[in-house]
């Protein structure tokens, strides 16, 4: 057996509701805190759905601030911003509430709050330095699984985006809420969900480190969300399968953060970054041509998958590949997301520029079963028009 390393949080509560004793939850965990920094969006702050938690923090008599300044694929400013938020207040506990955006934020306010280091210095793989404030993260979709992964994205240009990977990154706890989510619109709710589809593919197929325990996570995502995808994009109400999907999506957030995500993810970043398509949707647009192209690589495994996802499929592995590319297109198609790069405003002429900007995205490119060329590449965008 190969050797291999398994990092996580330290601690996941997955429980509907959970948020209106998060007081409670921080002060078992967390001796001596008083003061905690809320990072937020303006957006999530309207719903309402913070309050509960928020008040059963200041019920404990904690000084609590909020900032909820956070944007999609957050700019270096933003960040500056929450930092000095965090140091005005001299919070000693940060917790995350949203989406990757807010969490991603939460994770760099905690390291570089009580830090001497520059945003700038921590970008790439295990530069930053020290300890951390704590870090709660409560994901408000079941998406991204940035709760439980080390990694978060900035925006630095008008296009480009830099990633800090370290394992301060991770967590002390993260607390899955689906009443949170419930309010999710379906559009929304299914590109999230098919983002957190590809993190447990991608996991799965990973070159180097995938693993037994990233494996049975993944496996265990794949089924949680192939089997409750189109209940909560149709029945948003339904509190089992939203609660499902956020397990799912934290499973398979776990699994990508040890057996990192490849080409999907590298292709679908400057769909992103050009043209402002959320992520989520991003990675749906180009997965099934992926697929297609790693087929001759990974599709033993991509079989594997396809049981999971289409239980009873038979045949030859690559006739078991197509069922799962089918069966991902088709979950695509019924939950009304676009399917074509076109109907995103990207056409022909585009494509070049987008392969351009894939070529580099190595970090992702090098996890890949199959080398991608930029020729490849842009092959691939082709196929998505």
Not at 130 to 148: D, H, I, M, N
Not at 348 to 356: F, G, I, Y
Request: hydrophobic residues 50%.
């Amino acid at each position: 057996m190969t050797a291999f390393a398994f990092n996580t949080v330290a601690s996941i509560i997955s429980e509907p509701g959970a948020r209106a004793r998060l007081g409670a939850i921080v002060a078992e965990r967390f001796m001596d805190i008083r003061r905690v920094l809320i990072v937020t969006d303006a957006g999530f702050l309207r719903t309402g759905l913070l309050a509960p938690a928020q008040a059963s923090l200041t019920q404990l008599g904690l000084i609590v601030n909020v900032f909820s300044a956070v944007v999609a694929d957050p700019p270096e400013h933003v960040v500056h911003s929450a930092v000095h938020a965090a140091r005005d207040m001299k919070a000693e506990l940060i917790i995350g509430f949203g989406g990757g955006s807010s969490m991603d934020v939460a994770k760099l306010v905690a390291v570089l709050a009580g830090s001497d280091q520059a945003l700038g210095q921590i970008y790439g793989i295990g530069n930053v330095k020290g300890q951390r404030l704590p870090l709660v993260q409560v994901p408000t979709t079941a998406g991204t699984g940035s709760e439980v992964t080390n990694i978060a994205i900035v925006t630095t240009g008008e296009t480009t985006k830099m990633g800090v990977v370290s394992p301060q990154l991770y967590a002390d706890l993260a607390l899955l809420d689906a009443e949170l989510t419930l309010g999710l619109p379906p559009l929304v709710t299914a590109a999230t969900g098919i983002d957190a589809m590809v993190h447990a593919i991608e996991a799965y197929t990973s070159k180097h480190k995938k693993n037994p325990l990233s494996d049975n996570l993944a496996r265990e995502a794949l089924r949680l969300l192939s089997r409750n995808i189109m209940t909560a994009v149709e029945d948003g109400g339904n509190l089992e399968a939203r609660q499902a999907m956020l397990l799912g999506a934290c499973l398979a957030g776990q699994a990508f953060s040890n057996a990192p995500v490849a080409a999907v993810h590298a292709l679908a970043y400057p769909i992103g970054g050009i043209f402002h398509v959320p992520h989520g949707l991003s990675n749906s647009l180009v997965l099934p041509h992926v697929l297609r192209f790693n087929a001759s690589h990974a599709a033993h495994l991509y079989a594997e998958l396809a049981d999971i996802v289409v239980p009873g499929n038979s045949g030859s592995l690559e006739a078991r590949t197509e069922a799962l590319i089918a069966a991902m297109q088709q979950i695509a198609a019924r939950t009304g997301i676009q399917t074509r790069l076109q109907e995103m405003g990207i056409i022909e002429t585009d494509l070049d520029r987008l392969a351009d900007d894939a070529m580099l995205q190595t970090r992702l490119l090098g996890n890949n079963p199959r080398e991608i060329t930029r020729s490849d590449a842009r092959a691939i965008y082709a196929a998505a028009l």
